[in-house]
């Protein structure tokens, strides 16, 4: 499914709006139980904006050309690591 996403399409995005994370929709921080974080190589990115598509609780928003990611809310799933096709994002384990 993925491979048929032109992200092309995805450059016309303009602003993306904060994610749904910012309107409180997540009601506590729920890094804690995190035992690994998304790290973004900004040089690899391409701001495509895949992961912020994908991310499951919305904690990706556009920074500039590239993303940035809510540390406080992101739950380390990893689906934007597996979701970006430039290799621009890569898990680290938390301390
Ligand atoms: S991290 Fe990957 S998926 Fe996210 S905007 Fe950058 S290139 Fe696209
Ligand atoms: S690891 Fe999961 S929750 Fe965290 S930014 Fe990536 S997709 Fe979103």
Do not use: W
Not at 8 to 23: M, V
Not at 40 to 58: A, E
């Amino acid at each position: 499914m993925i491979k048929d996403v032109n992200e092309k399409d995805f450059t016309s995005l303009g602003n993306i709006p904060f994610a749904p994370s910012y309107q409180h929709t997540l009601v506590s921080v729920n890094s804690g139980f995190r035992t690994e974080k998304p790290v973004c190589d900004r040089d690899k990115c391409n701001g495509c904006f895949l992961c912020y598509l994908y991310c499951p609780d919305g904690v990706i928003s556009k920074d500039g050309e590239s993303v940035n990611i809510d540390y406080d809310y992101c739950k380390g799933c990893g689906i934007c690591q597996k979701i970006c096709r430039k290799n621009a994002i890569h898990m680290e384990k938390e301390r």
